[in-house]
């Protein structure tokens, strides 16, 4: 081999293993050295740390779980005797051992603007303007193991002089088994500085305060029995500490302070109090193993009770029923005003509560196109709640403007993302979505619009998440710290009635249907599904009339059905399609048990025939409350001819027994089938088989046979007649 040769071949070889050596290494090794830099020393506030954005490239390992924060507004002048407060825990979630498991405090500079507050809410910003020395939370964790996290330090060792809204992070470092030291938990919030008094002017404020399920449960309503529920979640929510229980507890503490309270109003759903006023006189829960008793029925009356208490005299604004996408049903074919039903529950929250809701108010789920808002106008609804477009300014915030026929009144987003809490997109160790940092936000937010940013051209109409899931404590915060913002003289509580007196300033174009932005679009197939629901629940209607002896109108006994197209539309599907469909399959079962009342009945038996003409036995029984007009229909009738059968009428829980004349055109065995419909077509209950046994000739066998009796006589007659002229004339028989 040459040199050359040998030159080659060695080259070819570390080129290889160059290019095979994994990619990984470089990154890892590069990751390992920034964060041993990291926490190499203790640093001060004001010198250099790591970038919050950092991330670790494997799997979660820590999870941090913030228990306490405070102070949720700092006063700038009294920063020299507050001490910033952090506890909580981290918890090893992996699979490995961490080491050296160590955190810090880092505070950001100061957010700039409205626009940088939104984006902080989502992307945190980075904390380096200042830090703490680290602490050492445990040696080691175990997988399973957890270590507490607490920082009590002062408040001027943080660069936190200035007012502003500043970014808070708190860094969790720690070396897992076989790898290197790295950011294995952080989390991410604001918090406002205040230096009172404020040159800004106190902005005009009015919260809204929704009370809503999570989502709707009902999966079945019968009329003659209890509400039946897909699981036991509502109760736990109605419970002492429960996500309903504390809007309720968390309201109740703050009707000591008139301004703060005033400026409060209660957005309810009536699908809401319809299911907790059921639950409280006792309900079942669908299982797989059938139907068992729930168990929320004292919280359920307990929580009436303190609702009623809270509302007493106050204000109270409508939630669209099961707070359905006024969009999507909007889209559902139906001979009854659906859209009536759903924004026109004043009567039922005032017969629930005792308090008349303000009328024509609504708090739709995002800003109705044309056709949404123009049908909801024609069933009642006046003045609509709505957020901002895409693309108006914050001069359009707490205005009234008009919209066709309605007025529209536009809340503050910037509270409501705030609170609403989202994942972070750019560092999945941020838990951005905790309650805790959610409710801070949301104060950070309602500092923001106080004079440390941006002001609205109108009111700041606080719109907190409809479905805000915060514990009794992070409530009271954010209220405690509206009214410390207040006491500031940084916002004015201002009651709703007195926002939505104001002359509308400006006509909004409405939106065009079919933009793309309802925010729960059912597909054809479902909407087709609750379209057929409502075509079936309508030809119902027809066939019903009200029973004299019971009293109960026809409407009342299908409202249910109506009630659970309508949930099937709720905006808390949007994110969940397979639950908008399961919604509309609950619909269809409700129709199909409430049609199951109406049944036919045969004998088990086969029936022998002895006339052509005797009646069917059939029975038909009515068990629904009211009266209800009926055909019977027989199939597969082949060697029967059926009389017409005229529209029965059946009284309510009634059976009867129809003369059903039928001729039997044979004799032998054979099945028939009887069903009952309405005379609209709509099936009722299940059909029935009839075996008929028959033994009598019908008429036109009978005649065939006796022509059939006579020609024989006359053939063997005329037989014997021509043998004896034969024999009389001496010739052969034939």
């Known amino acids: 081999m040459t040199r050359f040769s040998a030159f080659a071949l060695a080259l070819a070889f570390l080129l290889t293993q160059g290019l095979s050596a994994p990619p990984a290494t470089a990154a890892a090794t590069a990751s390992a050295t920034a964060a041993t830099a990291d926490r190499a020393a203790p640093l001060r506030p004001g010198q ?227 299911t907790v006023e059921a639950m409280a006189g006792g309900y079942r829960i669908r299982t797989t193993d059938g139907d068992v008793e729930g168990q929320g029925a004292q919280d359920a009356r307990n929580w009436l009770d303190k609702l009623r208490s809270l509302v007493a005299s106050h204000c109270v604004v409508q939630l669209p029923y099961a707070d359905a996408d006024l969009e999507t049903l909007a889209e559902v074919d139906s001979e009854t005003d659906l859209m009536r039903m759903a924004v026109s529950g004043g009567a039922s929250i005032l017969r629930r509560t005792g308090v008349q809701p303000r009328p024509g108010v609504v708090w739709p789920a995002g800003a109705p ?36 026929q309605a007025r529209t009144l536009t809340y503050d987003p910037l509270v409501s993302t705030a609170l609403t809490g989202r994942k972070a997109r750019g560092n999945r160790l941020t838990a951005v979505n905790d309650t805790e940092v959610a409710t801070q936000n949301g104060i950070a937010a309602l500092a923001l619009r106080g004079g440390l940013g941006e002001q609205p051209g109108g009111p700041v109409v606080i719109a907190p998440p409809r479905r805000i899931d915060a514990t009794t404590g992070e409530l009271t915060a954010f209220l405690d710290a509206y009214a410390q913002l207040h006491g500031a003289n940084m916002l004015t509580p201002t009651p709703l009635d007195e926002v939505l007196s104001a002359p509308p300033q400006q006509a909004v174009p409405g939106r065009e249907p079919g933009d793309g932005s309802a925010s729960a679009a059912l597909d054809a197939e479902l909407l087709d599904s609750l379209s057929r629901t409502e075509s079936t629940t309508a030809d119902l209607s027809r066939a019903m009339r009200v029973d004299p002896t019971r009293q109960v109108p026809p409407a009342e006994l299908l409202q249910p059905l109506h009630n659970a197209v309508i949930r099937a539309t709720s905006a808390a599907w949007a994110t969940r399609p397979a639950s908008a469909t399961a919604a509309a399959r609950n619909a269809e079962e409700q129709l199909t048990d409430l049609t199951g009342h109406v049944t036919v009945a045969t004998l088990a038996q086969p029936v022998l025939r002895g006339s052509e003409s005797a009646p069917l036995p059939v029975s038909v029984t009515n068990d629904l409350p009211v009266q209800i007009r009926v055909r019977l229909q027989l199939e597969n009738i082949a060697g029967l001819r059926p009389a017409h059968i005229p529209v029965q009428t059946l009284s309510a829980d009634s059976t009867f027994s129809p003369q059903v004349p039928a001729e039997t055109l044979r004799s032998g065995r054979f099945k028939i089938t009887v069903s009952l419909s309405t005379p609209g077509g709509t099936a009722l209950g299940e059909p029935a088989e009839l075996e008929l046994s028959s033994t009598e000739l019908s008429t036109v066998t009978l005649v065939i046979t006796i022509v059939a009796g006579v020609a024989l006589v006359l053939l063997s007659g005329r037989r014997i007649v021509r043998r004896i002229r034969h024999r009389d004339e001496g010739e052969p028989s034939p």
Not at 88 to 115: C, F, K, M, W, Y
Not at 371 to 399: K, Q
């Open 48 to 274: 250099g740390g790591p970038h919050p954005a950092q991330r670790l490239s494997g799997p979660d390992l820590l999870r941090l779980d913030i228990g306490r924060f405070s102070p949720r507004v700092l006063t700038a002048g009294e920063a020299d005797r507050t001490r910033v407060q952090v506890t909580g825990t981290v918890t090893n979630t992996g699979d490995r051992e961490i080491s050296e498991v160590v955190a810090r405090l880092q505070v950001g500079q100061a957010v700039p603007s409205t626009a940088a507050f939104q984006r902080a809410v989502t992307e945190p910003p980075p904390a380096d303007a200042g830090t703490t020395a680290w602490v050492t939370l445990a040696d080691t964790l175990a997988p399973g193991e957890s270590a507490p996290v607490r920082f009590d330090i002062p408040a001027a060792d943080l660069p936190l002089g200035a007012p502003g809204v500043y970014p808070l992070l708190v860094n969790v470092n720690g070396t897992p088994e076989y790898g290197g030291p790295a950011r294995l938990a952080s989390m991410n919030l604001l918090l406002p500085v205040i230096d009172p008094p404020s040159e800004a002017a106190p902005a005009r404020t009015t919260l809204l305060w929704p009370l809503t399920a999570s989502r709707p449960r009902v999966v079945s309503q019968p009329h003659d029995g209890s509400i039946v529920l897909a699981d036991d979640d509502l109760a736990t929510a109605l419970a002492p500490g429960g996500r309903l229980d504390a809007l309720v507890e968390s309201a109740l503490a703050k009707q000591e302070n008139p301004a703060l309270f005033g400026s409060m109003c209660f957005a309810i759903d009536p699908e809401l109090l319809g």
């Open 369 to 404: 196109d044309e056709d949404a808002m123009s049908a909801a106008t024609e069933g009642g609804a006046r003045t609509f709640l709505v957020p901002p477009t895409a693309s108006a300014g914050a001069d359009t915030i707490g205005r009234v403007s008009t919209a066709g």
